[in-house]
């Protein structure tokens, strides 16, 4: 039966639907940002043991300049001016002595004075503290050991793996969802045609029982039964406009496509031979996203326990200071190494651990779960497709049955045996087996998906 599709926007094949749906579907970009925050998270992690490095500068601006003048404090003279240490030498309790004074820090405070200049006199003031001035620094963080960091990264990184997994099988549910819709839509159009025939077809018969009752040869009945004929199949028609409406919304929704498209059919999908239980267990994408997170969710319980041992950083730092003061270079670097042990934190390390042991043994139990839940998919959706396959078989024979009671039909009304209605009554009860054929080879197709998608290779 060839049908007439109105003039639409411009053909695609399905796998040509299903490239749209993957490029345009909102899901499966959603499935994508999602791997893109869990490799964040990875990096996230890793950041807690790679080292972090400071600089910053501070310009400072005091009401007053403050110095010291040797020359001013111990007199012009001599580092050892007598003025400056008379108080101790006269004092009545003091236990020094002039002769100790000079022997014991004369030499200390020649040194330091004829470092800065010879003898006192011709000493440049020191700057204690500047009237303007600027400082910067440079610092190098890096710890040495922290236990939780790296059980840490592994639980990240096995989520960012099972994110990655649950795109893949994202993936494959809009693919799958894809060529569903695309058979869906070629069904429903298909129905529209098939159901606009049957209604020019009861309006046929209407005309021809009028012909007859006109002639005297049935009663009014037969315009009764011709009318009501026609109104249930304007209804149907109504109806099957309102499917093809919903299966192009449902199109448009899922691939991104004009509803308009026309879907070209492509070959029949086959199902493997070893489409078993065992071989979904092994291929299924978010059962492995499954056993992942059980993984990353006992490799964070670990993180927990190991957060009660000590931490320890060690630091470098170099810092410049335009007015260095009694340090004589401008440039001054010092290390440190750093530890800690958090003896107790208010009770926060205990229900970490309790909350990470809880999430581990759920993440257990979603396992065990999603193992069921594929081995039930499987088993229901190999049961479809067997019984889909059976009765597009079934369908099959009876447009065979269909089309040689047509023929028979029109040999009989020939040989004046039969009435024009019995002939158009087989035609319409051929229409209606290839409309049933159309609808079970949609069914065996769907079912022959779900089958693909349950076993995690579509």
């Known amino acids: 039966m060839s049908l007439a599709l109105p003039a639409l926007a411009h053909a695609e094949s399905v796998d040509q639907v299903i490239a749209a749906a993957e490029a345009n579907n909102p899901d499966l970009k959603l499935a994508h940002e999602a791997t893109l925050q869990a490799a964040a998270g990875k990096w996230q992690v890793m950041a807690l043991v790679l080292p972090r490095v400071t600089t910053g500068a501070t310009y400072t601006l005091n009401q007053d300049e403050v110095k010291f003048d040797p020359a001013s404090t111990f007199g012009g003279g001599s580092a050892l001016d007598p003025a400056v240490f008379a108080p101790l030498l006269t004092h009545p309790d003091s236990p020094f002595t002039a ?10 405070f020649e040194n330091i004075f004829s470092s800065l200049g010879s003898g006192t006199a011709g ?37 960012y793996q099972a994110a990655v997994a649950d795109e893949r099988r994202a993936a494959q549910q809009i693919r799958g969802g894809a060529a569903k819709v695309a058979y869906g839509v070629l069904a429903a159009r298909e129905a529209v045609g098939v159901a606009d025939e049957g209604r020019g077809l009861a309006k046929h018969q209407l005309a021809l029982a009028q012909a007859q009752v006109d002639a ?66 092994a291929d299924r994408s978010d059962l492995a996203a499954s056993q992942l997170r059980s993984k990353a969710a006992g490799a964070m319980a670990t993180a927990r326990n190991l957060e009660w041992l000590p931490r320890v950083d060690f630091a470098f730092t170099e810092v410049y200071n335009q007015t260095p003061g009694f340090v004589p270079e401008h440039f001054q670097w010092k290390i440190g190494l750093d530890f800690t ?23 257990a139990i979603l396992v065990e779960k999603a193992r069921t839940d594929v081995a039930d998919q499987v088993e229901l959706g190999r049961d479809q497709y067997h019984r889909a396959e059976a009765a597009y078989a079934a369908v099959l024979d009876e447009v065979k049955l ?39 080879r949609t069914n065996r197709e769907s079912a022959a998906i779900d089958l693909l998608v349950a076993l995690g290779r579509f």
């Open 99 to 108: 002769a100790f004074l000079q022997d014991a820090l004369g030499p200390a």
């Open 123 to 159: 000493t440049e003031p020191i700057i204690i503290q500047p009237k303007s001035s600027w400082t910067g620094y440079l610092a190098v963080n890096q710890p040495v050991l922290s236990a939780f960091a790296f059980p840490a990264f592994r639980s990240a990184n096995r989520i």
């Open 216 to 281: 005297g040869l049935s009663d009014g009945r037969a315009v009764l039964q011709a009318q009501l004929a026609v109104s249930r199949a304007e209804r149907d028609w109504l109806g099957a406009t309102q499917q093809r409406a919903v299966a192009e919304a449902a199109f448009a929704k899922l691939t991104g496509l004009p509803a308009d498209t026309v879907v070209t059919p492509g070959a029949p999908i086959a199902v493997p031979s070893d489409a078993t239980v065992a071989k979904a267990l």
């Open 341 to 363: 042990w958090q003896i107790f934190d208010g009770g926060m390390r205990i229900a970490n651990e309790l909350d990470s042991a809880s999430k581990r043994r759920a993440a």
């Open 402 to 440: 269909a089309e040689e009671n047509l023929r028979l039909a029109e040999a009989a009304y020939q040989a004046g045996s039969a009435t024009w209605l019995d002939v158009d009554g087989a035609r319409l009860g051929l229409q209606g087996s290839k409309l049933s054929e159309v609808l079970e």
